[in-house]
């Protein structure tokens, strides 16, 4: 600080002085930062993390840089908002921008194409997200915008608690997208950021001597103590509290549902999946577990089965499967605990005859073998399932028609009016089948084959997230979609083959876990495997499900009788196994099944931000920031141009603005003379080169009105250099080089209020 300004200090011990803007712009990045680290639970870490930090610390040093040459409020915003334009597109939107950084009407176009593809991965994705360059732009540009807003409150208007609550609320939106358990060192590390954030704002403010010497270090030390304290109650008080359970389906208790409506949609995009339930069996593989089944089909919408219950006690409830004499039977036994879910339908292997430990009042239908709660729910089951399994040769499944005069009507009805393109297809595809049931093979190695794609958003895109004969029809174009659409077009493509066919829902197997009870392994199952299957019957052996889906469970076969081992009873199985292995792969689910095929569940290409390479960046970085030097020097061109042709008001304005650009005061108040003398005073000017300027001026302001020339020869115009080069060795080094690369007196003009001295320092 100057003597001048230490003069002024002095004489004003009431005001009230800011500084520390660099530890204050470092508690904004630390609170942001913590801010930011929740949503990596949501979105997978990728360029798009770097990119938000990036634009960040970008934002708060344009703003320190800003606030440094005592600009505005509204003209440091206005220089943040250019730096997170620039950023944004360089980094998103170059392809469409003049010189890769002047956005032009395609790239204003371009944005709300990437918002709403942004939007609808989040409503329809998965957590953890793919950081699609959509994805990308939204979280890196909205990181960009909180800085603005965040350095804004806390630096401009000073008011930091207000900025805390902001970046509180910020931090809790992840954690409201995805329900899960409390961070608590996420927890910890934003607290200690927003007490620091707030304790840096409070030293940023300089106070008067004799205030300073009234603060005593009892008050920090007592804040430190206070807030140490609230953050232990937290941790400790936070596990003993109810913690949030991802919702799902269409329960309405604490836990997932199942939709049997064939709305599956929403519920295998749910954001975070949730375990719902551990299942155990002495079977050779783990069963599908099924809910409940579809059968009537209206040509828009597949309706859950409402047949007739009976008390799951009844001798009429379950009983024993009817099958041809020749078709041999497996019994099995598999038991259920029910962590998560919230449903009237208690999931049971098929074909059920038998089902115990079931709390409350339950229900079995005998024409799907479901089981239906008459009072109460699945929530906290745990019950046992008996299951009798037909297991026929490969033989007897070819030599029997999917078919009989004892199905419902139900399962072989067609809407008058649908597409052609399915029953089409349903012959083109088994035209070289001679029986039923390799046709229903050709059926399902045809959609199990390269041709379709697992997908849960290409049906959303193109309206047809549903199992209507339109949305089977737009599936079987496309070729994108998921289990409800291989599922439906399954049934279908059946029925216009004269086949009697129906939905199931239920879930997949689950995954194998590390216990084990009575040497069985426990397998896990999610709410992300809920699935649906379709069925067909044979007469003889009744419901076989069958798996058209692509990259989900193993496809139906059955074994021919030479190859079935002498002691197994498992025929359809093709190789005799001592443990449980999931019918489906382990692991595999409705999120990740394209990932296990090489692609992506959402059936987009998972594309993230490409950067400019470095060398590239570089080249821009150095011209962007040479922008400011470049006016600069060509303003004081002009300026010497001018003052060689005699204009001695060119010449001092080139010695003010010299003085501007290294945080010299220069007021209106000041006469001339007066500023000269400072100049030589204090700032080591030489007298002799500033007093040719200063007698320039002095007889130009005093001579006839409208008056500028002063003919000097190139005296003057070579005495303001010799003063600006003064000026600039006068100063740190650090201050001469802010004075070139960032000059003030692009925006602040001699006289101005801020050229004042009263709000400038030299540092």
Request: proline fraction near 6%.
């Given at each position: 600080m100057s003597s001048r300004s230490a003069a002024d200090g002095a004489r004003t011990p009431g005001r009230v002085k800011r500084g520390g803007e660099r530890l204050l712009a470092t508690a904004v990045l630390a609170?942001?930062?913590?801010?930011?680290?929740?949503?990596?639970?949501?979105?997978?870490?990728?360029?798009?993390?770097?990119?938000?930090?990036?634009?960040?610390?970008?934002?708060?040093?344009?703003?320190?840089?800003?606030?440094?040459?005592?600009?505005?409020?509204v003209a440091v915003t206005l220089i943040e908002a250019a730096a997170w334009v620039v950023f944004m597109t360089v980094v998103f939107l170059r392809d469409t921008a003049f010189l890769w950084i002047i956005p032009s009407f395609d790239t204003f176009r371009a944005v709300p194409r990437l918002v709403a593809t942004a939007s609808e991965e989040i409503t329809l994705g998965a957590a953890p997200l793919e950081p699609t360059t959509a994805l990308a732009f939204m979280v890196v540009g909205a990181m960009g915008l909180l800085t603005i807003v965040i350095d804004h409150v806390v630096v401009t208007a000073r008011m930091p608690l207000l900025a805390a609550v902001g970046i509180v609320a910020v931090s809790l939106i992840p954690s409201i997208a995805v329900p899960g358990e409390v961070d608590l060192i996420g927890f910890v590390f934003l607290a200690v950021t927003i007490l620091f954030l707030i304790r840096a704002e409070t030293r940023s403010r300089e106070r008067p001597v004799e205030q300073e010497a009234e603060r005593t270090a009892g008050v920090p030390a007592t804040a430190v103590g206070i807030a140490a304290i609230a953050i232990v109650v937290s941790v400790v008080a936070t596990p003993l509290l109810p913690q949030p359970v991802a919702r799902a389906g269409t329960g309405l208790g604490p836990g997932p549902g199942i939709d049997a409506t064939l709305q599956l949609g929403d519920d295998l995009r749910r954001p975070q999946e949730v375990e719902v339930l551990r299942v155990r069996t002495d079977s050779p593989s783990v069963p599908y577990l099924r809910a409940t089944t579809l059968s009537t089909f209206d040509g828009e919408v597949w309706e859950p089965d409402r047949g007739q219950s009976v008390a799951l006690d009844s001798e009429r409830a379950l009983g024993e499967i009817a099958v041809d004499t020749d078709i041999r039977l497996a019994d099995y036994t598999t038991s259920v605990d029910v962590m998560n879910l919230e449903s009237p339908w208690a999931p049971v292997p098929f074909p059920a005859v038998s089902v115990d430990g079931l709390d409350g009042t339950w229900g079995a239908v005998p024409i799907n073998r479901t089981i239906v709660a008459r009072t109460g729910s699945t929530q906290g089951q745990s019950y046992e399932v008996v299951s009798s399994s037909p297991r026929p040769t490969l033989e007897q499944m070819r030599v029997r028609s999917a078919g009989t005069q004892q199905v419902r009507d139900e399962t072989t009805a067609l809407p008058d009016d649908i597409p052609p393109i399915i029953g089409e297809l349903a012959l083109e595809v088994t035209a070289g089948a001679t029986n039923d049931y390799d046709r229903l093979i050709a059926l399902q190695r045809w959609f199990r084959g390269g041709?379709?794609?697992?997908?849960?958003?290409?049906?959303?895109?193109?309206?047809?997230?549903?199992?209507?004969?339109?949305?089977?029809?737009?599936?079987?174009?496309?070729?994108?979609?998921?289990?409800?659409?291989?599922?439906?077009?399954?049934?279908?493509?059946?029925?216009?083959?004269?086949?009697?066919?129906?939905?199931?829902?239920?879930?997949?197997?689950?995954?194998?876990?590390?216990?084990?009870i009575d040497a069985q392994p426990i397998y896990s199952v999610s709410s992300s495997q809920l699935h649906a299957w379709p069925e067909v019957y044979f007469e003889g052996v009744g419901w076989v499900a069958f798996e058209p889906t692509s990259g989900l469970g193993v496809p139906t076969s059955f074994a021919p009788a030479a190859a079935l081992p002498g002691a197994t009873d498992d025929p359809a199985a093709t190789t005799p196994r001592s443990t449980p292995t999931p019918t489906g792969p382990a692991g595999l689910d409705e999120t990740d099944a394209d990932e296990q095929r090489g692609g992506t569940a959402s059936g987009q290409s998972g594309t993230t931000a490409d950067p400019l390479p470095v060398m590239g960046v570089l080249l821009l970085t150095i011209v962007v920031l040479s922008l400011p030097f470049l006016f600069r020097e060509l303003r004081r061109r002009q300026l010497d141009t001018a003052a060689r042709r005699g204009d001695a008001a060119a010449a001092w304005q080139a010695v003010q603005d010299a003085a501007i650009d290294v945080g010299i005061a220069v007021p209106a108040s000041e006469s001339p003379r007066a500023f000269a003398q400072r100049l030589i005073r204090e700032?080591?000017?030489?007298?002799?080169?500033?007093?040719?300027?200063?007698?320039?001026?002095?007889?130009?302001?005093?001579?006839?009105?409208?008056?500028?020339?002063?003919?000097?020869?190139?005296?003057?115009?070579?005495?303001?250099?010799?003063?600006?080069?003064?000026?600039?060795?006068?100063?740190?080094?650090?201050?001469?080089?802010?004075?070139?690369?960032?000059p003030r007196s692009l925006v602040i003009r001699p006289g101005s209020v801020y050229a004042d001295g009263a709000a400038v320092k030299v540092r």
């Open positions: 609170a942001l930062v913590a801010a930011l680290l929740p949503v990596a639970r949501v979105i997978e870490s990728g360029p798009w993390l770097v990119g938000a930090l990036t634009l960040s610390v970008t934002v708060l040093a344009a703003g320190y840089t800003a606030r440094r040459f005592a600009l505005p409020a041709d379709f794609q697992y997908s849960l958003e290409a049906p959303v895109e193109e309206g047809f997230d549903g199992s209507g004969a339109e949305a089977v029809a737009q599936f079987l174009e496309q070729r994108q979609g998921y289990c409800i659409h291989f599922a439906s077009a399954f049934a279908l493509m059946a029925r216009t083959m004269n086949m009697p066919s129906r939905i199931v829902v239920g879930y997949l197997p689950g995954e194998p876990t590390t216990e084990a700032h080591g000017v030489p007298a002799s080169e500033m007093n040719v300027v200063l007698i320039a001026i002095e007889r130009v302001s005093y001579s006839r009105a409208g008056t500028r020339s002063y003919w000097m020869g190139d005296a003057s115009a070579e005495a303001a250099a010799s003063v600006r080069a003064a000026l600039l060795a006068s100063v740190p080094p650090a201050r001469r080089l802010l004075a070139l690369l960032a």
